[in-house]
């Protein structure tokens, strides 16, 4: 069974970091696309950032740029959001998703697998 756990979330400040980690179990995601989406209060999801199976490629919201960075871990199947600089705006549940493609996860659209999300809060 699939399993995506994240974890980091918590408050902080605003121009303060956090580093978001998301565990997969269950099977290897070496070649799939691994990112995160968020979800403010009364929003719908978006897309944060995404990193391809090789590493060779990664995207970010143009909201995010500069300021966050997507890494992955293969040896312990785990994707990390760096986020630094954070902003008030940045308050959501976020969310890791993988998938087999990069439009999936970009687009919302049919994602493979979900994590529970966690919660990140920053205050102004």
């Known amino acids: 069974q699939v399993q995506l756990v994240e974890s980091g979330g918590g408050l902080v400040q605003a121009g303060g970091s956090l580093r978001l980690s998301c565990v997969a179990s269950?099977?290897?995601?070496?070649?799939?696309?691994m990112g995160w989406v968020r979800q403010a209060p009364g929003m719908e999801r978006e897309f944060v950032a995404s990193?391809?199976?090789?590493?060779?490629?990664?995207y970010y919201a143009d909201s995010v740029k500069g300021r966050f960075t997507i890494s992955r871990d293969y040896a312990k199947n785990t994707v990390y959001l760096q986020m630094n600089s954070l902003k008030s705006e940045d308050t959501a549940v976020y969310y890791c998703?993988?998938?087999?493609?990069?439009?999936?996860?970009?687009?919302?659209?049919?994602?493979?697998?979900w994590g529970q999300g966690t919660q990140v809060t920053v205050s102004s």
């Open positions: 269950g099977r290897t995601f070496s070649t799939y696309v």
């Open positions: 990193i391809t199976g090789t590493g060779a490629y990664r």
């Open positions: 998703a993988v998938d087999r493609y990069v439009s999936a996860i970009q687009s919302l659209r049919a994602v493979d697998y």
